[in-house]
């Protein structure tokens, strides 16, 4: 892969008011409420098509066999976040932004931009304070995050395809696995190693992962350990609810479940 260096107030009612007042008052009075449980049934609606369309992504197993392509097993569909390449903002930490044509690659957890006719990766990510596409957010700590969630916290997902290991065949044809790291250490894994063939069967599969944070923060891999450590003195509710929910930190259905309890909880 080519890269280029760029970037409730109460109304009280006078009794002494005729009728038609009393039902201007309580007009006046229900309109916040109308408003609020509006936005209220919009968040619910877009956190539920959120978490349900990233549990449709299955978490299967992809054997990619010896002597074929590996990235001819990942349509374009799967290997990009986003249908085509979006309109998009890349903020650098010293305010220099760039507008590009950009899309998050999964099987190289690369942000990709199109520059004439080639596809380049931004290689100086460091210096990156955000990324900005569509309506979504992503900041840049050991690897892309998308935000998930934000309020008095940031709740970000990392998503990647990965190789998870490389099946070595005995004489009989009885394949044994090995990881990747030990198998392959300093394999390069970059655009030009997908487009090759592989020379034995390698097993990828898609990773998830959850990350919290402060504003402005550094991003801690999200369990329970961390989330506890991120709400002193509210321990106790927060043990109470993850054993009783069964909460599984890889879980979109169990994320969006968990940020509305501690967005609840204050």
Not at 10 to 31: A, C, M, R, V, Y
Not at 94 to 123: C, H, K, P, V, W
Not at 214 to 235: A, T, V
Request: with cysteine; aromatic share 12%.
């Amino acid at each position: 892969m080519n890269e280029l260096l760029i970037f409730g107030d109460h109304i009280i009612t006078d009794p002494k008011k005729n009728k038609n007042d009393q039902l201007e008052s309580n007009i006046h009075q229900s309109i916040p409420t109308i408003i609020e449980m509006k936005k209220n049934c919009f968040l619910i609606i877009l956190l539920t098509f959120t978490y349900i369309s990233l549990s449709a992504q299955k978490d299967e197993l992809i054997t990619v066999k010896a002597g074929t392509r590996i990235l001819d097993y990942f349509p374009l569909s799967e290997r990009y976040l986003y249908s085509t390449f979006t309109k998009g903002r890349v903020v650098f930490k010293n305010g220099i932004y760039s507008e590009r044509q950009l899309n998050y690659n999964f099987l190289l957890g690369e942000m990709e931009f199109i520059q004439s006719r080639d596809t380049l990766a931004i290689i100086n990510k460091k210096d990156i304070r955000y990324v900005a596409i569509d309506q979504d957010t992503f900041y840049y700590d050991k690897g892309y995050i998308k935000q998930w969630s934000k309020w008095s916290k940031v709740i970000g997902l990392k998503e990647r395809i990965e190789l998870k290991e490389i099946q070595n065949k005995d004489p009989y044809g009885t394949a044994s696995a090995a990881s990747s790291s030990d198998s392959y250490g300093s394999m390069p894994m970059d655009g030009n190693f997908y487009k090759l063939s592989a020379n034995k069967d390698m097993v990828f599969h898609r990773t998830r992962q959850f990350y919290i944070a402060e504003p402005g923060g550094e991003f801690i891999l999200l369990n329970r350990k961390s989330l506890l450590s991120f709400f002193p003195g509210k321990e106790d509710s927060i043990k109470q609810f993850l054993k009783a929910n069964k909460t599984k930190f890889n879980s979109p259905d169990d994320m969006s479940k968990l940020i509305d309890f501690l967005i609840k909880l204050g």
